[in-house]
Structures are given as C-alpha cells and as structure tokens.
C-alpha cells in the first residue's frame, strides 16, 4: 500500500543551528501537508502544498514540494527552543484520509 | 476559525469498562471526522473515518466492535472503546475536515487502563 517515508527519526541540534525533514512518498501525491505535534500536545496543521516543485515559506521555514511530486522537505533556518516537537508530513489516501510519515523528532539544546 | 475540543482530555480507569470519547467541531460542520490512535513515539494511525448518519469505516485491523463510534451529527463524533484492556491505553486523536480539505485535529484523549 501507499508508504509515506520521513527521515531522520530524530534531530538534535543546538540553538542556531539549521534543521531539515525529508518526506519520501511511494506514490505521486495530490498533495502533501506538513503537520507540527509539540511534546504532549496533538498535531497542528502547517501548510499544504500542491504545486509540482513548489516552494513555500512561514517566516524561518521553508517548504518544498519535489517536481515529480513525490517528496518534500521541510527546512528550520536557525532553530529556536519553540521549535521543538515532532513534524509529520502527511499525504492523500483516497478522496479523504490521510498517510502520515513517521515524523521527525527536533530537540534543541539551547 | 476550525477548532475542534475533544473531551475528555484524559481518562484513567479499570479493566475491563468501557470509556467515551467525544470529538467537536466547534465552528464549522465537519462532513467527516477521523480517529487516530497514536502510541508513545510513534506516528499516528487512522483507526476510523466517520461521515455524518453513516456507519464508520474502519481500517484493516482494527475492531468495530471493540471500537464503537458514532457521528450523529455534523459538529459530533464519538469513540467508545469497550471492555477497555491495558493495551488500549494511547493517545486517541480526532480530526474534522469540511468536504475532504485540510484535516483539523482536536487535542487528544490520553487513555490509561490500569
């Protein structure tokens, strides 16, 4: 079935430091949305990218969607302790579920 | 705008009894709501999708009899785990989305079975 792959498990980097997430899928995707869990809480929706090679910035982050559609990256430019959690991509399943990947745990050390 | 609650937001009981778990939109209607059971440091897994007056769909594996939901209306969905075990302890999460967009999660129910 439809695998949505995310590395590394974890990151750890110290404060300043740049962090990046990549999201492999098996399959084309529709789209692909990026998700942020901080510890003990549940998963905030980031942004959702649709375009074939698009990139996307919030402020330090920056989100790209690969041409053939089938990886993105997420990219931390000099991580702050607020950015600590666990990023998921997620991607498409059928016309209303989601596939998550396995997330990318950040610890920072300030 | 999309907030969705979730209540309880933790619940610890007994062996045995059977605990629900309820899931709100609170400003919108949510043509369909999601639960997804995610264990300690792993990614989530969608356990049920629900649509409003219809029966859920459940993914493979997972026990509709064990885990009985019910959508009865477009703001409310909710999740009965029955004749709770200690392996059922997790973090139960819901999401709503208005016609297959963006997924908004709640905040989870953390399950401890003791």
């Known amino acids: 079935g439809q695998q949505v792959m995310q590395i590394p498990q974890y990151q750890h980097v110290q404060e300043g430091e740049d962090f990046t997430t990549y999201c492999n899928s098996s399959?084309?995707?529709?789209?692909i949305q990026w998700y942020k869990q901080r510890p003990g809480g549940h998963p905030v929706f980031l942004i959702q990218?649709?375009?074939?090679?698009e990139v996307k910035k919030q402020k330090r982050l920056t989100f790209q969607f690969g041409e053939a559609k089938k990886n993105s990256s997420l990219h931390i430019t000099a991580t702050q302790t607020t950015d600590v959690g666990t990023y998921f991509c997620?991607?498409?399943?059928?016309?209303?579920?989601?596939?998550f990947g396995q997330g990318t745990r950040l610890t920072i050390n300030p | 705008g999309a907030v969705v609650s979730q209540h309880p937001s933790w619940v610890i009981c007994k062996s045995g009894t059977s605990v629900k778990i309820e899931c709100r939109s609170l400003?919108?209607?949510?043509?369909?709501m999601f639960w997804y059971r995610q264990f300690p440091k792993q990614s989530l897994m969608l356990m049920a999708t629900?649509?409003?007056?219809?029966?859920?769909?459940?993914e493979q594996g997972v026990e509709k009899d064990k885990f009985l939901i019910n959508h009865a209306s477009l703001t409310l969905s909710t999740l009965t785990v029955t004749s709770a075990h200690p392996e059922d302890s997790s973090f139960y999460i819901c999401?709503?989305?208005?016609?297959?967009?963006?997924?908004?999660f709640g905040p989870g129910t953390r399950l401890l079975v003791l």
């Open positions: 990218l649709v375009k074939s090679g």
């Open positions: 399959t084309t995707l529709s789209n």
């Open positions: 400003d919108f209607q949510a043509t369909t």
């Open positions: 997620a991607g498409p399943r059928g016309a209303q579920k989601l596939v």
């Open positions: 999401s709503a989305s208005k016609s297959g967009e963006t997924q908004y």
């Open positions: 629900s649509n409003e007056g219809s029966k859920a769909t459940y």
